[in-house]
């Protein structure tokens, strides 16, 4: 019943739609949703995975944590983090996955909603300490799409693996266009 209420608001009123699934078998992955201009883009990963009826998590710094907030950022799927400087992010998040049994953690590696000209590299090797896949999904305001990409296993070569990752991104409009990420050929 939620399903057909997510996809009535979010296609049907709104008037997007989401293309592409993830695969039942991928039950640890991390999604990069590119591009991330604007809060608006929390609300499209919550409609998109509400649609898909894929459980799919989220880390948000734990200041955001506080009563009465709390309780809604973990009913969505969300889990704190603290960004603080002493302990090791990667590590403490592949530990994560591997307490869950299925664990999709969604992240913007843009790292912020301005513009940046190269992505932050953590989830990368989040994926390959994890030993799981990426899933590139692209929040496309001028199609009025989300788009789940097939998912692609990283071979450790963070070069050329970037250049593929950044591919599925080409043309994509963000909210803010001005702020999209911009793929470099």
């Not at 590590?91 to 932050?120: M, Q, S």
């Not at 090797?125 to 929040?139: Q, T």
């Not at 071979?155 to 803010?176: A, F, N, P, Q, R």
């Amino acid at each position: 019943m939620k399903q057909k209420i997510y996809r009535f608001i979010f296609c049907s009123i709104f008037g997007w739609e989401v293309v592409g699934t993830i695969n039942d078998e991928v039950k640890k992955c991390i999604i990069i949703a590119v591009p991330h201009t604007s809060w608006w883009d929390f609300f499209l990963g919550i409609f998109s995975r509400g649609i898909l009826k894929k459980q799919i998590n989220f880390l948000a710094k734990k200041e955001l944590f506080i009563f009465p907030f709390n309780y809604f950022f973990r009913w969505v799927g969300g889990a704190p983090l603290n960004r603080g400087k002493k302990e090791n992010k990667v590590d403490a998040i592949a530990k994560v996955f591997a307490e869950h049994e299925i664990f999709r953690l969604a992240l913007a590696p843009e790292g912020t909603r301005k513009k940046v000209e190269e992505w932050k590299t953590g989830f990368y090797y989040m994926a390959m300490k994890a030993n799981i896949p990426i899933i590139p999904v692209a929040f496309d305001y001028g199609k009025k799409q989300v788009v789940y990409n097939t998912p692609f296993y990283p071979t450790g070569d963070i070069e050329k693996d970037m250049k593929v990752l950044k591919s599925y991104y080409k043309g994509v409009i963000g909210k803010i266009p001005q702020n999209s990420f911009t793929t470099i050929d």
